[in-house]
C-alpha cells in the first residue's frame, strides 16, 4: 500500500511540471552533476532536471517497482543490462564512463603500505559502500580480498548505504574510507590532498567500473529526455566527466 502511494505521488508531481525530467543517478555521480546539468541547460533553459541519487541497487527496484524516471546512469553496468533485458529499459546499456576507488582519510596518513595499513590498529573503523547495493563497495572488497587483507580487517567495516554517504562515514564516523575517486574532485573536497589525505588504489585489484546509462520506458516519448540521453553521450558531457577523474569512452 505505502509503495503505491509514495509512486502515485511521485506521479503527480511529475504532472505539475511539464518541462521537467527526472533522472536516477548513481551516488558517485552526484559530484559531477551540477556541472552536467549547467551545460545541458545552456541549450535547453526551459528544461527542469530532478535528480535523484542513490545506490544503483536500489534505483533498479524502485525503477522495476514503476518510479517515473526517464534516464538511468548506472554505476555498473549490471543494473541497466537487467532493466534492458527485463523491457524497462529501451535502449541498450551504453558505457558513459569508468570509474576509479580511492582510499581517503580526513586524517594526515601515511600510504605507503597500500592496503597492508588497514591491517594497522590505529585504524579501527574502514567506511565502505554495501557491497550489496553498490557496485564501489564490491570492488572494494575486490580490491581488499586480492590485497590479501579482507579477512584481517572486515570486523573494522562500517556500511553506508551508497558511495556518497561513505564519503561522510569516512569524514566524521571512521579512520579511513573506500571512496569514489570523483568525490575528490568536488569543491567541498580541496582541502584533501593526494598522497597526505587519499591515493588511487591500484586498478589491477578489482574489475573496471563501467557505468552505463539507458533511457527507460518512462522518458522514450519525451524528447527532452531524449536531448539529456544523447548529451551525457556528448563530447561536451565527456569533458566534464573527465574532469572529475572518470575515465570516458
Known amino acids: 500500500m505505502f509503495t503505491k502511494i509514495l509512486l502515485a505521488s511521485w506521479l503527480f508531481v511529475g504532472s505539475l511540471h511539464g518541462g521537467t525530467i527526472t533522472i536516477a543517478v548513481a551516488a558517485n555521480v552526484s559530484y559531477a552533476m551540477d556541472e552536467l546539468k549547467k551545460e545541458f541547460i545552456k541549450h535547453h533553459p ?4 530532478e535528480v ?11 525503477i522495476k517497482n514503476g518510479a517515473p524516471y526517464g534516464l538511468f546512469m548506472a554505476a555498473d553496468m549490471k543494473y541497466p543490462q537487467r532493466l534492458y533485458a ?9 558505457l558513459y564512463a569508468q570509474g576509479g576507488l580511492a ?15 588497514l591491517k594497522s590498529p590505529t585504524i579501527s573503523k574502514i567506511a565502505i559502500a554495501n557491497p550489496q547495493t553498490a ?12 590485497a590479501n587483507v579482507l579477512s584481517s580487517v572486515e570486523k573494522k567495516f562500517v556500511f553506508a548505504e551508497s558511495i556518497a554517504q561513505t564519503v561522510s562515514y569516512a569524514i566524521t564516523a571512521a579512520d579511513i574510507g573506500f571512496i569514489a575517486k570523483s568525490s575528490l574532485y568536488s569543491p567541498n573536497m580541496s582541502a584533501y590532498k593526494e598522497n597526505i ?51 570516458v569512452p
Open 86 to 94: 527485463d523491457g524497462v529499459a529501451t535502449t541498450k546499456p551504453l
Open 46 to 49: 526551459d528544461t527542469k532536471i
Open 197 to 247: 589525505h587519499w591515493v588511487s588504489v591500484d586498478s589491477k585489484l578489482y574489475m573496471p567500473i563501467d557505468q552505463g546509462v539507458v533511457m527507460l520506458k518512462n522518458g522514450e516519448n519525451n524528447s527532452e529526455v531524449v536531448a539529456f540521453y544523447n548529451f551525457i553521450l556528448s563530447p561536451k558531457a565527456k569533458a566534464i566527466l573527465e574532469k572529475f577523474g572518470y575515465i
Open 135 to 146: 557496485p564501489y563497495g564490491v570492488a572494494a572488497m575486490e580490491a581488499m580480498k586480492n
Open 52 to 62: 535523484v541519487l542513490g545506490s544503483s541497487g536500489k534505483l533498479t527496484a524502485q
Open 103 to 117: 582510499m581517503f582519510s580526513s586524517k594526515t596518513i601515511d600510504f605507503s603500505k597500500g592496503l597492508e595499513l
